[in-house]
């Protein structure tokens, strides 16, 4: 039998901080196992799948459910520097500012 499995785009927000801005993304019921971040070109993709849960077919059919999110990043950020953290169905990633972006202190030379 084949059961077409939906795909949905997940609620995300993002939080600016001075090194850069993180994106909270949230998964509810998708395990670490089940998730993939893929940066292609600056087009950041996560993918998740929620599996079908312990229950009868009906109700199987309804949790089961594919997110899907394609972000671009700006230039500015240092995509070496990407961190990912999965917890309590939220996936957090860190992007921060490349280096040679960051504001810097610049000394005043005197006569």
């Known amino acids: ?3 077409k499995i939906p795909t949905e785009r997940p609620h995300f927000k993002t939080r600016a901080h001075k090194e850069g ?3 909270d993304i949230s998964l509810p019921g998708v395990k670490k196992k089940d998730l993939e971040v893929n940066l292609a070109r600056r087009l950041l ?3 998740g799948n929620r599996r079908e849960l312990e229950g009868n077919f009906e109700r199987r059919e309804q949790e ?3 997110f899907e999110l394609k972000v671009e990043i700006h230039e ?5 520097k990407i ?3 999965h917890r309590d169905g939220i996936l957090t990633l860190s992007l921060q500012k490349r280096q040679e ?3 810097r202190k610049i000394d005043i030379l005197a006569n």
């Open 45 to 47: 993709t996560i993918n």
């Open 76 to 80: 500015d950020v240092d995509d070496e």
């Open 101 to 103: 972006l960051a504001p």
């Open 1 to 3: 039998m084949n059961i």
């Open 83 to 85: 961190q990912v953290t």
């Open 64 to 66: 089961a459910l594919r």
């Open 21 to 23: 801005f993180d994106l």
